[in-house]
């Protein structure tokens, strides 16, 4: 067992490796005009962050028979649309952050104007590799899937959405209906997406694959959420990366904060459980999202 | 001549008609939550805009042979696009403008997260009508070519990028030649996809076809922008819908600033000029084209 995590944390590491290098091969490079644009998207994007996307459509990916090399663009559209989402929820508009993985924001390390056109171009560019990447499956059919999965995701009905919602509702006491809803659209969709976005590269996958991997990814999503806010709660801010109890100064409604942290932990749990019973037709070529899960909903960061 | 005007003054305004009807259409509708990042999306896309883009991509469809709807989908991402890049560069970090279209601008009506947020989930929706929306060609090749040249005209190598060098270049002087590629970025770049998006709705447009439009299409981009600056500074508020002198405050570099009124008025005949001869090969087919051309360059707001 405890070779077998050795094993998986070395393949964590690894696709962390690929990652670092698919991006930085896919970024504008920092001497191109608008110089200190590319400068800060690099800045942004490069040098940390779990890449806990692109490795659940790695995993996904690897699961269904794929290799890395077919699905690394489309990991690198979910990580750069992240990213944006992250330049522009730490900016003082909205959460204010100083602090990012460890280093200062974006807007803090350039400037707003930078920052806000950072988010903007990063999400340009992650649709702009699903449409033209080449080492992409060719299948046009599968790029238009992709694009309408990654569309979907982050609009007004996914990730934007869900910020919107956490926005409006500060200050407020939200039930944990409402707060499970905000977070199905603010980290749900994307999470779900990186999924799905693996078994859109794959022509020709079954439809009762995908409805496995439609219901793997849900539950996966919002325990993952809840997980993110139980370190919130319990975690310092060296080991986050970010400042830890962020919520509680923003008063923000989460699973901890209604539920408490026991029947949270509970929750996270069965979700767990749900998501690992959906795997159950893949046998053991899910192992590797078995994995991949079990470290996501035990993480410490 | 005057009929021929009038006619293509009804022909504009029923352009708008059916821009307006199908941006509604396509828009989250107000109740849906989150309500109220749906209703600042509307307030920010409807009820305005000369509608620029759209109708250089409807013209150049009509030119074509491309019927109205199989091509209205792809005009409205491009409505949508353009409205995102105005929420984010009227913003405080940006522009600082209170004023868009004679009504307060988004971040003023609502607020700068709502703004931000708008922005972003614009451009989201608008891939995902190019990868979606049942109204395009169903070719998954055509919306791939879509996908690929909105991304490439509003990245950092083309609006946001534009962006980028005109907020680096306030307050210093820029030679003609910086001005132009600044320009060719950030306004050009979206004008030049106008075109080229509807070239890409027409499955198996010849090469030549399409090398011909291209050459339409780029002294457009950049006379529609040196006939923004002119009117900036000749003409008066009330009839912009916008602070009129607003690049003098900023201190920036323009081509009447640098080359003065007089020589960039004839800046704009020559591209014209040049714009018209690219159109020889079609006929009387572009005739749509060069009202619409006529009608840019001569806009007075």
Excluded at 118 to 143: I, K
Excluded at 257 to 283: D, K, Y
Aim: hydrophobic content about 45%.
């Amino acid at each position: 067992m405890s070779a077998a995590l050795e094993t998986f944390g070395a393949q964590l590491e690894a696709w962390r490796a690929r990652m670092e290098g698919a991006l930085e091969r896919r970024l504008p490079r920092a001497d191109e005009v608008p110089e200190r644009l590319h400068a800060a998207m690099r800045y942004s994007v490069l040098g940390g962050g779990k890449r806990v996307r692109p490795i659940l459509l790695l995993a996904t990916a690897r699961t269904l028979g794929l290799s890395e090399e077919q699905v690394e663009a489309a990991a690198c559209a979910l990580e750069l649309v992240h990213v944006y989402s992250l330049v522009h929820d730490d900016m003082p508009a909205m959460d204010d952050d100083d602090l990012r993985r460890g280093r200062p924001t974006c807007h803090k390390a350039y400037d707003e104007a930078t920052a806000l056109l950072v988010g903007d171009a990063l999400q340009s560019l992650a649709f702009g590799l699903l449409a033209r990447d080449p080492a992409l499956p060719a299948d046009p059919a599968a790029r238009v899937r992709l694009v309408g999965l990654l569309a979907d995701a982050i609009g007004s009905l996914g990730m934007a959405g869900g910020q919107a919602i956490d926005l409006e509702s500060e200050g407020a006491k939200l039930g944990i209906e409402e707060v499970e809803r905000m977070h199905s659209l603010k980290t749900g969709a994307l999470i779900r997406a990186s999924v799905m976005m693996g078994a859109a590269c794959r022509s020709g996958l079954e439809e009762a694959a995908e409805r496995a991997l439609a219901g793997f990814a849900g539950p996966i999503g919002l325990a993952f959420q809840i997980q993110d806010d139980l370190l919130d709660v319990l975690g310092d801010t060296a080991t986050l990366g970010k400042a830890a109890g962020a919520d509680r100064a923003h008063e923000k409604s989460t699973h901890p904060s209604i539920l408490g942290i026991p029947a949270s932990q509970e929750r996270v749990r069965r979700l767990h459980q749900q998501a690992l019973e959906s795997l159950a037709p893949f046998g053991r070529d899910a192992d590797v999202l078995r994995a991949v899960t079990e470290w996501l909903l035990a993480r410490q960061n």
